[in-house]
Every structure is written in C-alpha cells, then in structure tokens.
C-alpha cells in the first residue's frame, strides 16, 4: 500500500516570504501522479499542482512550484510571496496511474502572518 | 468548487439511525468518489464509481454504502450511524478523458453522530 508522509504539522511564515511544505512517500510503483491540495478555512479542497511521475521537469503554478525528486521519494511545495490567503491547511496526496485510490498526507497547516 | 454540491453541509444525527449524504455534479465527469476527513489522518477513500454501472470499495467502506443514481449523482449511505463516524465528508468527481486525472472536491458535509 502506498503511504504519503507529511511530518510538519504546522509552520508559519510571514507575508511575502517563502515556504516549503515537506512531502515523502512510499511505492514501489514507477507510473504514478503526486498533487497538493489546499483546505482553507471555509474547508473547500482546492487543487494547487500536480505532477506526472514520468515527467522530469518539476511542476509551477505561478507562485507555487515543486521540488520532485523521484529516487528519494520526496514532493515539496514551495510557496513564493506568500499572501494571507495562502493561510490553510495543505494535503500532499499521491495516486497509482489510473488508480483512482488517492492517498493522503496528514496535511500540514500553514499560517501566513502580515 | 460550484461544479459539485453536496447536501446537507451539515448534519447531526444520533446513534443507529440511517443517514444519507448526496452528491451533484454538472461538470460532466464520468467517475465520483466519496471520502471522510479526520483530524490528523487527511482524507480516505471510502467508495468511488467510474460509471453508473460500477462501483468499488476504497479504503474503509466499513459501514457505508453507496448508490450511483445517475451520472451526475452519488449517495453516501450510513445504515446505522455509530459516533466514530463523526467527520467531514467529502464527494469528488474526476474525468479521465480529459488526459489529466485530477479530482475535484465539494464543499464537504460535516456529520455529527451522537
């Protein structure tokens, strides 16, 4: 089974710097996908990125991006400029290629401060 | 996101009474998926369907069940609630023929079974 591991519970960063959300996860699997997913307080999940396993280039969403590195398992958000309402809990999710049996991190809370 | 509704938003009911969480799409998706959030877990699987006609167990689909109506609508059903399904539930729909597998979630449903 595949598990996803987000070991930040919180963190915190103040308006206009940047961030990175730490991700790792584990399969044996070589086709897969890895998303990030934002839950703001009104609790909606909202898509921030994706990226295709088979891809080399790293995935960008104007001010967030990814560190993927497929050999150590590792998928970490960075968050540039960070605004206000960045403020939301982050869940790094991974799935099988065409599994739709997602997976999820813990998640991470982040807390942007003016 | 609009696209996916799900009712009601919020609800509490009491121990071994049956309850029914529903779920709209108008995004035209062919598969739904039906999921519950806990504190400290993220989201996990419960059942999720690629057609009408089909429908798969996911993770902990220990008492629920499921219903695909129509294409455009998916019921969560617990036959009788215990408290330990206390949590927020989420539905997501997904289309693979769009070439990029990426779900997209409700507004969530918070339960409260006393």
């Known amino acids: 089974a595949q598990t996803v591991t987000q070991s930040q519970p919180e963190m915190s960063v103040q308006e206009a710097e940047t961030v990175t959300l730490s991700c790792t996860y584990d399969?044996?699997?070589?086709?897969?996908?890895l998303f990030w997913y934002k839950q703001p307080p009104s609790r909606q999940m909202i898509l921030v990125i994706r990226?295709?396993?088979?891809?080399?280039q790293n995935a960008t969403e104007n001010r967030f991006s990814v560190n993927f590195q497929k050999a150590a398992k590792s998928f970490s958000l960075k968050i540039s400029d960070s605004q206000l309402g960045d403020t939301a809990m982050y869940f790094c999710a991974f799935m099988k290629n065409n599994n739709n049996d997602m997976r999820f991190g813990a998640g991470t809370r982040l807390t942007v401060k003016p | 996101d609009a696209d996916v509704t799900q009712t009601p938003r919020n609800r509490i009911t009491k121990t071994g009474k049956r309850i029914m969480l529903e779920c709209s799409q108008t995004?035209?998706?062919?598969?739904m998926y039906w999921y519950r959030q806990d504190p400290g877990l993220g989201l996990r699987l419960i059942y999720y369907s690629f057609d009408v006609k089909d429908i798969n167990k996911g993770e902990i689909s220990d008492g629920y069940s499921v219903s695909r109506q129509a294409q455009a609508k998916f019921s969560l059903s617990l036959e009788s609630a215990i408290p330990n399904q206390t949590a927020l539930y989420f539905c997501a729909t997904s289309d693979l023929a769009q070439g990029r597998e990426t779900q997209y979630f409700g507004p969530g449903t918070r339960l409260l079974v006393l």
């Open positions: 990226q295709e396993a088979y891809k080399q």
């Open positions: 995004k035209g998706h062919d598969r």
């Open positions: 399969t044996s699997e070589s086709n897969y996908y």
